[in-house]
């Protein structure tokens, strides 16, 4: 009971026919569509009855020489399974999961090996990984948060377009590339993969972090820029021409407004109560956020600026509700498993065939990727008053080319403004800082204390910006004690410790009782213990307790395991209904063991006893709870 008062998308559809870019991004395999087995059946019509039995097979060969993996399904477990093996092979190397992944994707697909042919339904879970992640990135930003870095973002996001690009043009020319050709690669060599760094800075820890918001921030226009770009490619091949690039731009950004008013309206009028209703119910709420999150993409998708825009702001929408940390919860672990085809998806995507005759210009190029762009990211940062730690952690998230380069590269060869060698180079180019760069931002830490006695010429002699920002204290919950459950041993707890003039922050999963309690003044959070993921939440580091109420044995059995994992270093109580269970927890890290109804009924007898013989009574006290012994 609870107490009563008495939590690789593609890009906009233009005129551009897709069917040869296709060919370049991936080796289509010639007439993958079901066959008639041979036999002597004169009938035309007649089915076989293998295809009947297990519809979706592939039986012609690749064009390898090898025989494909024939149903969709089977592929799909091979898929998982070389996955899973080379992930392993790469965790105990000590390597990026994402660079392993890309090698599963470069070898079962169809620059290889050519056993994997279900092309469109990888894309599709990608894509589906890709709205997830992009609406985790959405939730977890609020407007506080926009308004103190936004225009840092912005500034940096535009100059490191510009100047990336006026550079790599210079070098395509000095490489002697003609100057259309310069152009493309000069403007494909200034896109970062948001979807990569985004994943990085998560796995880090680092997007709650100055140089995280900052680096999601121009991630988020060079987004628009990408989608500028593909825009204005396919302005130019429609019958048009280039006189009505004034028009396009306005029927994009009136598209654009219609959107941000409707989700703006659905912030303050819809979304907080439909989603309080929907919080009665877990699973609901995981249902309505990815159902919430594909709806927006599809109609950002629609309406011509990238499902990347629309799930960032379905996310984003729900930012200001007050369980947006039990939906990230939830979220996690199928965003984990969608990104996995992602870069399976990008990999299968990367010709080798074009690659060979391009190394030297590559290397070039990279160079000027994997070091130029950090550089240009960090000058802007120290000219605005940021300190060379920040500029260069945000600075390595530009150390790499997007999976939308190639996509760029390849419409402006089928518009014919360039030749496939082009595609060839950035491919490779991609290849190259995509790998190196997960490298670097990984082991960003022991990269800068190298490096940081040279870059001090980035930095202001004082860093006003930052300065300013680090003199305003942060909107952040302090807690001595965290206590989940507010039923009524619970409420009992944090009102005495409350009493005491001790902070508390109080964790339930009850979306009326959470309403209530704040109604009250209480610090209270919704959210589910039973998640592992919702502990990264929490405000560990300055907490010396965290109790648990909760009745639920396997929760309390798990939750320790949870807090320590997320460095957690202070005390662990739990409320133990059944004596029987107490051996659950021999070794679990647990400091210490309620036992409510025993605790109740000595201090009963306590008042019972001392009521009818006060002397005798005044010898004895309550029972203490028990440490728990190992």
Known sequence: MHCASGSGSNPPQTQVDEAPIASFLIKVKPDLTPKKISGPDPTEDRLDSQSIAAPGLLLNPSTTGARTVQSVYQQFALLLAVAAVVGAVALRLRQPLLVGYIVVGILLGPSVLGWVTAHDQVDLLAQIGITVLLFLVGLKLDMHVVKSVGPVALATGIGQIVFTAAIGFGLALALGMTPLTAIYVAVALTFSSTIIIVKLLSDKRELDSLHGRIAVGFLVVQDIAVVVALLLLGSWQSDAGVTDLGGLALELGLKLLLVLGVVLVAMRWV????????????????????AWGTALAAGGDLMGFSKEVGAFLAGFSLA???????????????????????????????DLGLLGAQVGDAMILSLFVLVGNPLIVMIIMGFMGYRKRTGFMAGLTVAQISEFSIVFIAMGVTLGHTDA??????????????TLSTYMILYSQPLYARLAPWLGRFERQHPLREMAMERVKPQTEAAEVIIFGAGRFGCRLNDQLRAQ??????????PEVVDR????????RFGDAEDAEFATSLPLAGAQWVVSTLPETHINAALPQALREQGFVGKIAIALRNDADAQLFEGRGVDLIFRPYDNAADFAAHQISE???????AEATPASPRKQTP
């Open 611 to 617: 009521s009818l013989n006060p002397q005798r009574s």
């Open 517 to 524: 309690l704040r109604d009250k003044g209480w610090p209270i």
């Open 501 to 510: 003039g001790i902070a508390t922050l109080t964790v339930d999963f009850d």
């Open 421 to 434: 060698a082009s595609l060839g180079l950035v491919t490779l180019v991609g290849l190259v800082t995509i």
């Open 271 to 290: 979304l907080p109560r439909l989603v309080k209703m929907l919080a009665r119910s877990q699973e609901l709420l995981l249902l309505f956020a990815v």
């Open 320 to 350: 200001s509700t007050t369980y947006r940390e039990a939906i990230a919860a939830r979220l996690t672990g199928l965003r984990d498993f969608l990104l996995l085809f992602f870069f399976i998806d990008l990999g299968a995507k990367l």
